[in-house]
């Protein structure tokens, strides 16, 4: 391993410290650092570009690492710009991953001033359908309960192994493999939907939800919205996408009574539960779909936000989406490629992280 490896632990180590005591002065909630177990996957390091230290041949598909020399890769893409650094990874699976770090120009759109009713879109949570609204239905594709047999299969294989046994280390390869695939499924399937919505609509509202707070209060509910999709990702995935293409992207208070409030006459039931799909407003007597009349309150709320916090303006439109168009959409939500777009207006400095 190279000096530069070295320091930038050592660097590491000293911003885990930092961070631990400023945040005992300010209350927030952040562990004192630990070292990094050899058995904790996955395993990095991370090393700096020196003197052209690090290089890359893309006819002959290698990088050279310091101190390793040129290594094969498998991967398609040209990086002409400066690399800064690279993060070597190693899976629990035993495959290695070599992360870029460059620095490039991206051009990237001013945000839009004046948006139509039309493109501006909210969305419910579910832990059906993983996202409502009035013409589309994202659904929860269930990576993680699909594959919860063979999980349990494994994790009983595992167990019976002698400790320090090479049919352990088998075992555990094993039970890898199936944890590692849930992974890679549900982060394509999070890349396609969110490069999805960033097409098709200028602003996108969601709810502020309290993750923590939901895992404590359903365990099935816990399993959806954290092992079977991880709605935190989503939000990240979404909103760099929708920033990247100067579009909006709006969170409202997570205690809105989205649900509660009847979206015609603002009536607040107090009275719902959680199991309760359709109801019935005692002041006005209109029948709600729990998801739609959330779907219709968060939109509302966020146009709300979009015109009088933001500044933005919003034309209403008399024309509503065509179904036929928009339709039902599956857990394969576009087929498209996920690389953000860099063929746009405005230019910004930005560092961008590419895997080998």
């Not at 570009?49 to 050279?64: F, G, L, W």
């Not at 933005?312 to 087929?335: F, K, P, Y």
Request: aromatic share 10%.
């Amino acid at each position: 391993m190279d000096s530069k490896a070295l320091q930038t632990a050592n660097r590491h180590l000293f911003a885990a410290y930092q961070n631990f005591f400023e945040a005992l002065k300010t209350s927030r909630e952040v562990g004192f650092p630990r070292f990094k177990s050899k058995k904790c996957y996955p395993q990095t390091y991370t090393t700096y570009n020196i003197n052209n230290s690090i290089r890359i041949d893309h006819q002959r598909r290698k990088i050279r690492i310091p101190k390793v020399g040129w290594v094969n890769y498998r991967d398609n893409r040209m990086i002409s710009n400066p690399i800064k650094h690279i993060t070597i990874g190693k899976t629990a699976t035993h495959k290695y991953f070599v992360s870029v770090k460059v620095v490039c120009d991206v051009e990237i759109p001013p945000k839009k001033a004046v948006l139509n009713s039309e493109d501006i879109a909210g969305f419910d949570m579910s832990t059906t359908h993983f996202l409502i609204d009035e013409h589309t239905q994202y659904e929860n594709p269930r990576f993680y309960r699909e594959e919860e047999k063979r999980l349990k299969k494994h994790h009983r294989e595992l167990s019976r192994k002698k400790e320090r046994s090479k049919n352990r280390k088998k075992a555990r390869l094993k039970l890898a493999g199936v944890y590692e695939k849930i992974n890679n499924r549900k982060h394509d399937w999070l890349h396609k939907i969110t490069h999805d919505l960033s097409e098709r609509h200028d602003a996108v509202i969601l709810e502020d939800l309290n993750i923590k707070g939901m895992q404590q209060f359903n365990s099935g509910l816990s399993k959806s919205i954290t092992l079977d999709f991880s709605w935190y990702q989503f939000r990240v995935y979404l909103y760099y996408k929708m920033y990247w293409k100067g579009k909006h992207f709006v969170l409202i208070d997570r205690f809105s009574p989205s649900s509660k409030l009847c979206s015609i006459c603002g009536q607040i039931n107090n009275d719902l539960k959680l199991n309760d799909r359709v109801w019935t407003c005692k002041h006005c007597g209109t029948t709600h779909h729990r998801d739609i009349n959330a779907v219709d309150n968060i939109t509302g709320e966020g146009i709300r936000i979009l015109q009088e916090e933001i500044g933005i303006m919003v034309i209403a439109t008399t024309d509503d989406h065509d179904t036929s168009t928009v339709g039902t959409t599956g857990s394969h939500a576009s087929e498209e490629d996920v690389r953000p777009s860099t063929n746009t207006r405005q230019s910004s400095l930005k560092e961008e992280s590419t895997s080998l």
